[in-house]
Nanobody, 112 residues
Framework: QVQLVESGGGLVQAGGSLRLSCAASGILLRLKTVAWYRQGPGKQRVLVARSTSGGGTNYADSVKGRFTISRDNVQNMVYLQMSSLNPEDTAVYYC??????WGQGTQVTVSS
C-alpha cells in the first residue's frame, strides 16, 4: 500500500520549534519531488516547502529562514524543521508527493 504518514504536530508557544516527520511506504521518496503543504483555519491549502529528487529546495516566502525541509533516503522519510513559530503558522500540515499522493495531515497549533 502506497501511503504517507505524518507525525510530530502539536501545541507550541510562539517562538518555539517543532519537527514534523513523514514516513513513506510503497514508494521511494528519493526518486520523487516531495513537499509539505499547510491549510490554516478558513484558508486554502498552500505550499510550504518542496524538495526535488535532485536536491533542490524551495520555500514559501512566509517560512523562508525559519523552516527547513530535509530527507532521509535510507529511512525513506521527509522532515520539516520549523522554528520561530508564530500563530500564523497554525494549520494542518500535509506531506505530499504531488499531485496525487497525500498524507492525512498533522495539526500544528501555535499559541501566542
Amino acid at each position: 500500500q502506497v501511503q504517507l504518514v505524518e507525525s510530530g504536530g502539536g501545541l507550541v508557544q510562539a517562538g518555539g520549534s517543532l519537527r514534523l516527520s513523514c514516513a513513506a511506504s510503497g514508494i521511494l521518496l528519493r526518486l520523487k519531488t516531495v513537499a509539505w503543504y499547510r491549510q490554516g483555519p478558513g484558508k486554502q491549502r498552500v505550499l510550504v516547502a518542496r524538495s526535488t529528487s535532485g536536491g533542490g529546495t524551495n520555500y514559501a516566502d512566509s517560512v523562508k529562514g525559519r523552516f527547513t525541509i530535509s530527507r532521509d533516503n535510507v529511512q525513506n522519510m521527509v522532515y520539516l524543521q520549523m522554528s520561530s513559530l508564530n500563530p500564523e503558522d497554525t494549520a494542518v500540515y500535509y506531506c505530499a508527493v504531488p499531485p496525487l499522493l497525500w498524507g492525512q495531515g498533522t495539526q500544528v497549533t501555535v499559541s501566542s
